[in-house]
Antibody, heavy 118, light 108 residues
Framework: VQVVESGGGFVQPGGSLRLSCTTS????????MNWVRQAPGKGLEWVSY????????YYAESAKGRFTTSRDNDKRSLFLQLSSLKVEDTSVYYC????????????WGQGTLVTVSS | EIVLTQSPGTLSVSPGERATLSCRAS???????LAWYQQKPGQAPRLLIH???SRATGIPDRFSGSGSGTDFTLTISRLEPEDFAVYYC?????????FGQGTKLEIK
Protein backbone atom coordinates (compact mmCIF):
# COMPACT_ATOMS: atom_id res chain seq x y z
CA VAL A 1 0.00 0.00 0.00
CA GLN A 2 1.58 3.25 -1.07
CA VAL A 3 0.65 6.84 -1.83
CA VAL A 4 3.13 9.26 -3.38
CA GLU A 5 2.62 13.00 -3.72
CA SER A 6 4.21 15.17 -6.37
CA GLY A 7 3.86 18.57 -7.94
CA GLY A 8 5.06 20.80 -5.14
CA GLY A 9 7.44 23.66 -5.74
CA PHE A 10 8.05 27.36 -5.49
CA VAL A 11 5.32 29.75 -6.60
CA GLN A 12 4.65 33.47 -6.20
CA PRO A 13 1.65 34.81 -4.29
CA GLY A 14 -1.44 34.65 -6.47
CA GLY A 15 -0.06 31.77 -8.46
CA SER A 16 -1.32 28.24 -9.01
CA LEU A 17 -0.03 24.73 -8.63
CA ARG A 18 -1.46 21.26 -9.15
CA LEU A 19 -0.55 18.50 -6.73
CA SER A 20 -0.90 14.83 -7.57
CA CYS A 21 -1.09 11.73 -5.43
CA THR A 22 -0.50 8.42 -7.16
CA THR A 23 -1.42 5.23 -5.37
CA SER A 24 -0.64 1.54 -5.52
CA UNK A 25 -1.23 -1.65 -3.60
CA UNK A 26 -4.93 -1.16 -2.96
CA UNK A 27 -8.19 -0.66 -4.85
CA UNK A 28 -8.14 3.11 -5.04
CA UNK A 29 -11.74 3.42 -6.22
CA UNK A 30 -12.97 1.90 -2.95
CA UNK A 31 -11.37 4.48 -0.69
CA UNK A 32 -12.18 7.98 0.45
CA MET A 33 -9.16 10.27 0.39
CA ASN A 34 -7.97 13.46 2.01
CA TRP A 35 -5.40 16.20 1.78
CA VAL A 36 -3.69 17.41 4.95
CA ARG A 37 -1.04 20.11 5.17
CA GLN A 38 1.60 21.16 7.65
CA ALA A 39 3.25 24.56 7.67
CA PRO A 40 6.95 24.59 8.64
CA GLY A 41 7.28 23.90 12.36
CA LYS A 42 3.51 23.82 12.85
CA GLY A 43 0.81 21.24 13.42
CA LEU A 44 -1.40 19.31 11.05
CA GLU A 45 -4.26 21.01 9.22
CA TRP A 46 -6.91 19.10 7.30
CA VAL A 47 -7.50 20.61 3.85
CA SER A 48 -9.98 18.52 1.88
CA TYR A 49 -11.93 15.24 1.65
CA UNK A 50 -13.22 13.42 -1.40
CA UNK A 51 -15.52 10.42 -1.46
CA UNK A 52 -14.59 7.23 -3.29
CA UNK A 53 -16.71 8.16 -6.29
CA UNK A 54 -15.64 11.79 -6.27
CA UNK A 55 -19.23 12.96 -5.90
CA UNK A 56 -18.78 14.42 -2.42
CA UNK A 57 -16.02 16.88 -1.61
CA TYR A 58 -15.44 18.91 1.53
CA TYR A 59 -12.97 21.71 2.17
CA ALA A 60 -11.55 23.47 5.18
CA GLU A 61 -12.52 27.13 5.39
CA SER A 62 -8.95 28.10 4.47
CA ALA A 63 -9.28 26.18 1.20
CA LYS A 64 -12.80 27.04 0.08
CA GLY A 65 -12.96 28.94 -3.18
CA ARG A 66 -9.24 28.58 -3.88
CA PHE A 67 -8.46 24.85 -3.83
CA THR A 68 -10.11 22.12 -5.89
CA THR A 69 -9.89 18.42 -5.13
CA SER A 70 -10.53 15.77 -7.74
CA ARG A 71 -9.68 12.16 -8.48
CA ASP A 72 -9.27 9.80 -11.42
CA ASN A 73 -10.12 6.29 -10.30
CA ASP A 74 -8.95 4.78 -13.58
CA LYS A 75 -5.52 6.29 -13.00
CA ARG A 76 -5.60 5.58 -9.25
CA SER A 77 -4.78 9.22 -8.62
CA LEU A 78 -5.87 12.12 -6.44
CA PHE A 79 -5.35 15.77 -7.28
CA LEU A 80 -5.34 19.11 -5.50
CA GLN A 81 -5.48 22.26 -7.63
CA LEU A 82 -4.14 25.21 -5.66
CA SER A 83 -5.07 28.69 -6.88
CA SER A 84 -4.77 32.25 -5.61
CA LEU A 85 -1.98 31.04 -3.39
CA LYS A 86 -0.96 33.01 -0.32
CA VAL A 87 2.26 33.05 1.66
CA GLU A 88 0.42 31.28 4.47
CA ASP A 89 -0.31 28.33 2.17
CA THR A 90 3.36 27.39 2.40
CA SER A 91 3.26 23.84 3.74
CA VAL A 92 4.02 20.22 3.16
CA TYR A 93 0.91 18.74 1.59
CA TYR A 94 0.07 15.14 2.42
CA CYS A 95 -2.27 12.75 0.68
CA UNK A 96 -3.98 10.41 3.16
CA UNK A 97 -6.25 7.39 2.79
CA UNK A 98 -9.24 7.10 5.05
CA UNK A 99 -9.97 3.84 6.81
CA UNK A 100 -13.01 2.05 5.36
CA UNK A 101 -14.55 1.78 8.81
CA UNK A 102 -14.33 4.85 10.93
CA UNK A 103 -12.71 8.05 9.85
CA UNK A 104 -9.00 7.89 10.64
CA UNK A 105 -6.24 8.15 8.05
CA UNK A 106 -4.30 4.91 7.88
CA UNK A 107 -1.95 5.57 4.98
CA TRP A 108 -0.01 8.76 4.31
CA GLY A 109 2.42 9.80 1.62
CA GLN A 110 5.74 11.44 2.32
CA GLY A 111 4.33 14.83 1.37
CA THR A 112 5.20 17.46 -1.19
CA LEU A 113 6.42 20.94 -0.23
CA VAL A 114 4.68 24.02 -1.58
CA THR A 115 6.50 27.30 -0.99
CA VAL A 116 4.66 30.54 -1.71
CA SER A 117 6.94 33.54 -1.69
CA SER A 118 7.73 36.66 -3.65
CA GLU B 1 -16.74 23.87 15.01
CA ILE B 2 -15.20 21.49 17.51
CA VAL B 3 -11.83 22.46 18.92
CA LEU B 4 -9.43 19.83 20.24
CA THR B 5 -7.03 20.97 22.96
CA GLN B 6 -4.08 18.75 23.75
CA SER B 7 -2.15 18.88 26.98
CA PRO B 8 0.52 19.25 27.96
CA GLY B 9 2.22 21.03 25.10
CA THR B 10 5.48 19.30 25.97
CA LEU B 11 5.91 16.24 28.16
CA SER B 12 9.31 15.17 29.49
CA VAL B 13 9.49 11.50 30.47
CA SER B 14 12.31 9.00 30.94
CA PRO B 15 12.57 5.85 28.83
CA GLY B 16 10.81 2.95 30.49
CA GLU B 17 8.32 5.20 32.23
CA ARG B 18 4.66 5.81 31.43
CA ALA B 19 3.39 8.77 29.42
CA THR B 20 -0.16 10.07 29.51
CA LEU B 21 -1.32 12.53 26.85
CA SER B 22 -4.65 14.32 26.96
CA CYS B 23 -7.02 15.51 24.25
CA ARG B 24 -10.06 17.53 25.25
CA ALA B 25 -12.89 18.42 22.87
CA SER B 26 -14.85 21.66 23.11
CA UNK B 27 -18.06 19.62 23.02
CA UNK B 28 -18.98 15.98 23.29
CA UNK B 29 -17.87 13.88 20.30
CA UNK B 30 -18.39 10.33 19.11
CA UNK B 31 -15.60 8.03 20.19
CA UNK B 32 -15.76 6.30 16.80
CA UNK B 33 -14.28 9.42 15.27
CA LEU B 34 -11.35 10.09 17.56
CA ALA B 35 -7.88 9.10 16.42
CA TRP B 36 -4.27 9.52 17.55
CA TYR B 37 -1.19 9.94 15.36
CA GLN B 38 2.55 9.94 15.95
CA GLN B 39 4.87 12.12 13.91
CA LYS B 40 8.65 12.10 13.94
CA PRO B 41 10.78 14.88 12.43
CA GLY B 42 10.83 14.77 8.65
CA GLN B 43 8.27 11.99 8.50
CA ALA B 44 4.58 11.72 7.72
CA PRO B 45 2.16 11.11 10.58
CA ARG B 46 1.46 7.50 11.51
CA LEU B 47 -1.90 6.28 12.72
CA LEU B 48 -1.71 4.80 16.21
CA ILE B 49 -5.27 4.64 17.52
CA HIS B 50 -8.68 4.92 15.85
CA UNK B 51 -12.15 4.78 17.34
CA UNK B 52 -10.60 6.20 20.53
CA UNK B 53 -9.23 2.85 21.67
CA SER B 54 -8.48 0.53 18.72
CA ARG B 55 -4.84 0.10 17.85
CA ALA B 56 -3.97 0.43 14.19
CA THR B 57 -2.28 -2.43 12.37
CA GLY B 58 1.24 -3.06 13.60
CA ILE B 59 1.08 -0.71 16.58
CA PRO B 60 2.67 -2.16 19.74
CA ASP B 61 0.40 -2.88 22.68
CA ARG B 62 2.25 -0.40 24.87
CA PHE B 63 0.10 2.22 23.10
CA SER B 64 -3.47 2.46 24.34
CA GLY B 65 -6.30 4.92 23.93
CA SER B 66 -9.27 5.62 26.13
CA GLY B 67 -11.94 8.16 26.86
CA SER B 68 -15.37 9.32 25.82
CA GLY B 69 -17.45 12.46 25.56
CA THR B 70 -14.99 15.34 25.73
CA ASP B 71 -11.95 13.74 27.36
CA PHE B 72 -9.62 11.32 25.64
CA THR B 73 -6.24 9.91 26.62
CA LEU B 74 -3.31 8.28 24.86
CA THR B 75 -1.15 6.22 27.18
CA ILE B 76 2.26 4.80 26.37
CA SER B 77 2.97 2.28 29.08
CA ARG B 78 6.74 1.81 28.82
CA LEU B 79 8.49 4.38 26.72
CA GLU B 80 10.95 3.16 24.15
CA PRO B 81 13.56 5.51 22.60
CA GLU B 82 11.63 5.50 19.31
CA ASP B 83 8.46 6.80 21.01
CA PHE B 84 9.79 10.31 21.47
CA ALA B 85 7.89 12.30 18.90
CA VAL B 86 4.93 14.64 18.48
CA TYR B 87 1.45 13.20 19.00
CA TYR B 88 -1.78 14.56 17.54
CA CYS B 89 -5.39 13.74 18.24
CA UNK B 90 -7.93 14.09 15.44
CA UNK B 91 -11.70 14.26 15.24
CA UNK B 92 -14.04 13.76 12.31
CA UNK B 93 -17.20 15.80 12.30
CA UNK B 94 -19.85 16.16 9.64
CA UNK B 95 -17.94 17.42 6.61
CA UNK B 96 -14.74 18.37 8.38
CA UNK B 97 -11.75 17.12 10.33
CA UNK B 98 -10.00 18.75 13.24
CA PHE B 99 -6.56 18.13 14.67
CA GLY B 100 -5.31 19.04 18.09
CA GLN B 101 -2.24 21.28 18.25
CA GLY B 102 0.00 18.39 19.27
CA THR B 103 1.97 17.21 22.31
CA LYS B 104 5.72 16.90 22.02
CA LEU B 105 7.01 13.94 23.99
CA GLU B 106 10.66 14.48 24.83
CA ILE B 107 13.30 12.52 26.65
CA LYS B 108 13.81 13.58 30.24
Amino acid sequence: VQVVESGGGFVQPGGSLRLSCTTSGFTFSNYEMNWVRQAPGKGLEWVSYISSSGNTIYYAESAKGRFTTSRDNDKRSLFLQLSSLKVEDTSVYYCARRLPAGAAFDTWGQGTLVTVSS
Amino acid sequence: EIVLTQSPGTLSVSPGERATLSCRASQSIRSDYLAWYQQKPGQAPRLLIHGASSRATGIPDRFSGSGSGTDFTLTISRLEPEDFAVYYCQHYGISFYTFGQGTKLEIK
